[in-house]
């Protein structure tokens, strides 16, 4: 059973950092690309980063090249987004996704205020 756990957002000023992380188990997490994704309120569920299996392929959505990076840590089953420079249209639950996997996590809310 695939468990996906997110973690790190909270209320932050326009500028500021957060580091994002997604704990994975209940399945191999070295042999699966990931992917964050975020949701406004009252929006669809958008695309955000997208990391493959060791690393070597990074996608990002335009809206957030250049502030955050994704990285992931095979040993720990873990994800992470580092997102800088925060913006108030960054505001949003962040959710975390293998790939050939349909299962979300509860995702962590991310508050960036003016």
């Known amino acids: 059973q695939v468990q996906l756990v997110e973690s790190g957002g909270g209320l932050v000023h326009s500028g500021g950092s957060l580091r994002l992380a997604c704990v994975a188990a209940?399945?191999?997490?070295?042999?699966?690309?990931m992917r964050w994704y975020r949701q406004a309120p009252g929006k669809e569920r958008t695309f955000v980063a997208r990391m493959s299996m060791y690393g070597e392929i990074i996608d990002y959505a335009d809206s957030v090249k250049g502030r955050f990076t994704i990285s992931r840590d095979n040993a720990k089953n873990t994800l992470y987004l580092q997102m800088n420079n925060l913006k108030p249209e960054d505001t949003g639950v962040y959710y975390c996704k293998a790939d050939g996997y349909p299962s979300w996590g509860q995702g962590t809310q991310v508050t960036v205020s003016s």
């Open positions: 209940g399945f191999t997490f070295s042999e699966h690309a």
